[in-house]
């Protein structure tokens, strides 16, 4: 075949493709990896250029061309592979509590399955299937299909449609103009306006369920806050929970925080080398009790004093079980 009637661009992709590589690439090499001329790759280098990506030419017998970092990303080719660790790695990243690459993972694993053949779709749903990761506390799990699905209509301004759980556990039907997702580490949040409603609303990723784009567009309307990090911030803060703790506990703290029964925020405070100060929220008397008894050590508790006569409630419903215990088990005794 003459040089002239190649396929520059197929010729174009695999010089891309193998300046990728970590090495420099000899001219005279390249030239006879793709069949062509030292003239055509010197032109071929120069259209790669032009299209932004920073080939670096040395002189010299040991000189050659190679690909170095530049000012702006431009696109890169992955063979099958690599797409395949890249797209399960997102999801991964996605799943797991790491402060600030959790938004960034979902985007651009939304724009790598976009691309993705539909046999490199299938091995990553595989690998994916077959895989359990194992996650840092009990926190609410998240499919990435759906955070894939929510993070594409956000960056195309696609109005949603979903089933949603509140926390009473009502289950609704919201039609949303999605505006941001936003990861407080152990929840994701989606911010949008709600179209029924007329209102902004804020919903926790892990109880939406049915996720549909819809296709209809819509025109970005102005966010109550400047951030979305602050406007998710002053949400939770309406919802915090309503029960605030303070407790001396008998323990290290370095011990209490490798070992604490509840995901909630908490504070500790170290007293000495025995004891610290932990304070806590829930919304449930019952939930800071059943924490502060697994740890199993002594407390005292000095806030709110609805959770001391909680607890005494507890220790008289636990000695009266004792005794009725140990009575029943000598009048078995006594009948054998």
């Not at 075949?1 to 396929?7: A, I, Q, T, V, Y």
């Not at 197929?10 to 030239?31: H, I, K, Y």
């Not at 406007?231 to 290290?252: G, I, W």
Request: overall charge neutral; charged content about 25%; aromatic content about 6%.
């Amino acid at each position: 075949m003459l040089e002239g009637m190649s396929d520059t661009p197929a010729r174009l992709l695999n010089l891309l493709s193998l300046l990728q590589t970590p090495r420099e690439w000899p001219g005279s090499e390249l030239a006879e990896r793709l069949g062509v001329s030292p003239r055509t790759i010197r032109r071929d280098i120069d259209r790669l250029r032009e299209l932004g990506y920073p080939v670096r030419a040395t002189m010299g017998a040991v000189g050659g061309y190679r690909l170095v970092a530049g000012t702006a990303m431009p696109p890169l080719l992955l063979d099958d592979e690599e797409a395949v660790a890249i797209a399960v790695g997102l999801r991964a990243a996605a799943g797991h509590a790491v402060v600030g690459i959790e938004e960034a993972s979902v985007r651009a694993l939304g724009k790598l399955l976009q691309v993705l053949p539909g046999r490199l779709r299938h091995r990553v749903g595989t690998l994916n299937t077959a895989t359990v990761p194992l996650l840092t506390g009990d926190g609410p799990t998240v499919d990435p299909e759906d955070l894939t699905l929510l993070a594409g209509a956000v960056t195309t301004h696609e109005r949603l449609r979903f089933a949603y759980r509140a926390r009473d556990g009502a289950e609704t039907r919201r039609n949303v103009e999605p505006e941001r997702l936003v990861s407080t580490g152990r929840r994701w949040y989606l911010i949008g306006y709600d179209l029924d409603r007329e209102d902004w609303r804020l919903f926790r990723v892990d109880r939406i369920t049915e996720p549909f784009a819809t296709g209809a567009r819509f025109t970005p309307r102005p966010l109550p806050a400047e951030d979305p990090a602050v406007f998710v911030a002053t949400r939770l803060h309406r919802r915090s929970p309503k029960h605030s703790m303070v407790a001396t506990v008998h323990r290290p703290a370095a011990e209490v925080d490798g070992w604490m029964p509840w995901t909630g925020d908490y504070e500790l405070e170290p007293i000495d080398d025995r004891s610290c100060v932990l304070r806590s929220r829930a919304d449930s008397l019952k939930w800071l009790a059943a924490g502060l008894l697994m740890l199993d050590c002594d407390f005292e508790v000095h806030e709110p004093p609805e959770l001391r006569e909680h607890l005494r409630a507890l220790a008289a419903r636990a000695g009266r079980a004792a005794e009725s215990g140990q009575e029943s088990g000598s009048g078995s005794r006594s009948g054998s």
